[in-house]
Every structure is written in structure tokens, then in C-alpha cells.
């Protein structure tokens, strides 16, 4: 029974480029939520997805990120023009419903360095 | 605003003996969950233990208990017979919710845990 899958692992981008990174949530779980961390930070959340809608992006910059968990496929969590400050591990959890109760399943993470 | 506060950025503990991590946090909700994740140097978010805030009674996971003071809102982490393999970051996590809604989980900054042999 597969966990979260998150890809890739480590992701090298040059500034100015675009990072997509990939979440496939656990078998059943129709629930993904994308959290960042900093160095020597907790995780602090981005956005929260169920498939084909965003229920909260309220930690999400308003500006050059952006989320989708389409119906088909992955969750992608999009950073367009990355700057040094994006370098961080970028987390993706998933859950199978609506209980807060059920703890979210985490995937290893991508770690992201903006060269 | 919820928060989450870990005043340990670091501790140390022998092995076989008994650590107690300490966690607060601020709400003005009711009805909530509470969390201790690990994170080894792998980077894997585990999941330790959970608290629901309705419950009196602390939540045990073999060797792993908490101390959970609603009043207080205080929820620390005890650890005993402390093992090697115990080593990595703990952090302490919030996540409120009322009726069908539900809000994200909101994470402390962490305690890093080294346990000597």
C-alpha cells in the first residue's frame, strides 16, 4: 500500500525558472494539503485541495504560486520566476476525508534550491 | 489566531531514560486535535501520537504519552525508555474544527531531541 509519492526528491532551479512539484496522495485519500518548510522552521501550511477544487489557499503567496489536484493525476504545486527566498522542503500530506481526527499522511518531500 | 509554541529548540536525554517535551498553543476553539509528528533526518513526517481535545483521558502510544492540560493548553510529549533511534526533530501540531469544517494543521517551530548512548 503505496504512501504519499512526491516527486522529485530534489529539485535545482536557476532564478527565474519554474518549479512544479508533484504529489500523488495515498490510495483512497481524496484530501492533499501542501506545506513548506524553512531551514530550522515547523511546517507552515500553503494550500489545501480536494480533487478539482482549493477548499483554502490562505498560506499560499498571492503572487507566482499556484496549486491544482485535477481529476485525473497528481496534485502539482506550481512556482513560477522562483527566487532564492522559495529554496525550502515542500511537503505534501493527504487524508481520506473530511475528519480532522484522521491524521494526515505525509510524503518524504522535495527539496527545492534556487541556485 | 492559532499558535503553536515550543520553548525547547534542543534536547538531550540518555538512553533508556525518560524526556518530556514541552508544547502550548493559544485558541479560542472548543473542539480540536492535537499532534506530536517526528522527523528523523530522513525528512519523513511520522506521526507519533494524537489528542483529541474532548478527551480527558492522555493519549498513550506504547513508550510515548502525553500530558495534555486543556485549561492550561498545554500538551507536552513524554518519551521513555528512550532509545537511540528516537533521535530527530518532534513538533507539536494543532488542527481546530467545527461541525463539517476543518482547519490545516498549524506546526510548532520543533524540538530537536538527541539521545546519547
Known amino acids: 500500500n503505496a504512501g504519499v509519492m512526491q516527486n522529485p526528491r530534489h529539485l535545482v532551479r536557476r532564478r527565474g525558472q519554474e518549479a512544479r512539484l508533484r504529489c500523488s496522495p495515498m490510495k483512497g485519500h481524496s484530501h492533499v494539503y501542501w506545506y513548506r518548510q524553512l531551514p530550522e522552521e515547523g511546517l507552515k501550511f500553503m494550500v489545501y485541495l480536494q480533487k478539482e477544487n482549493i477548499i483554502d489557499e490562505s498560506g499560499m503567496p498571492k503572487e507566482r504560486f499556484s496549486a491544482e489536484f485535477p481529476k485525473e493525476g497528481p496534485s502539482i504545486l506550481r512556482i513560477q520566476q522562483v527566487v532564492r527566498g522559495d529554496s525550502a522542503a515542500y511537503f505534501c500530506?493527504?487524508?481520506?476525508?473530511?475528519?480532522?481526527?484522521?491524521?494526515?499522511?505525509f510524503g518524504d518531500g522535495t527539496r527545492l534550491s534556487i541556485l | 489566531a492559532q499558535t503553536v509554541t515550543q520553548s525547547q529548540p534542543e534536547m538531550s536525554v540518555q538512553e533508556a531514560e525518560t524526556v518530556t517535551l514541552s508544547c502550548t498553543y493559544d485558541?479560542?476553539?472548543?473542539?480540536?486535535?492535537l499532534f506530536w509528528y517526528k522527523q528523523p533526518p530522513s525528512r519523513q513526517m511520522i506521526l507519533v501520537i494524537r489528542?483529541?481535545?474532548?478527551?480527558?483521558q492522555n493519549a498513550t502510544e506504547n513508550r510515548f504519552s502525553v500530558n495534555f492540560q486543556k485549561a492550561a493548553k498545554s500538551f507536552s510529549l513524554k518519551i521513555s525508555d528512550s532509545q537511540l533511534g528516537d533521535a530527530a526533530m518532534y513538533f507539536c501540531?494543532?488542527?481546530?474544527?467545527?461541525?463539517?469544517?476543518?482547519?490545516?494543521?498549524?506546526f510548532g517551530k520543533g524540538t530537536k531531541l538527541s539521545v546519547k548512548p
Open positions: 500530506a493527504s487524508s481520506p476525508k473530511t475528519d480532522p481526527g484522521q491524521p494526515q499522511h
Open positions: 489528542q483529541e481535545a474532548y478527551k480527558q
Open positions: 501540531a494543532y488542527r481546530w474544527f467545527y461541525g463539517g469544517s476543518q482547519g490545516n494543521l498549524i
Open positions: 485558541t479560542s476553539e472548543s473542539d480540536y486535535y
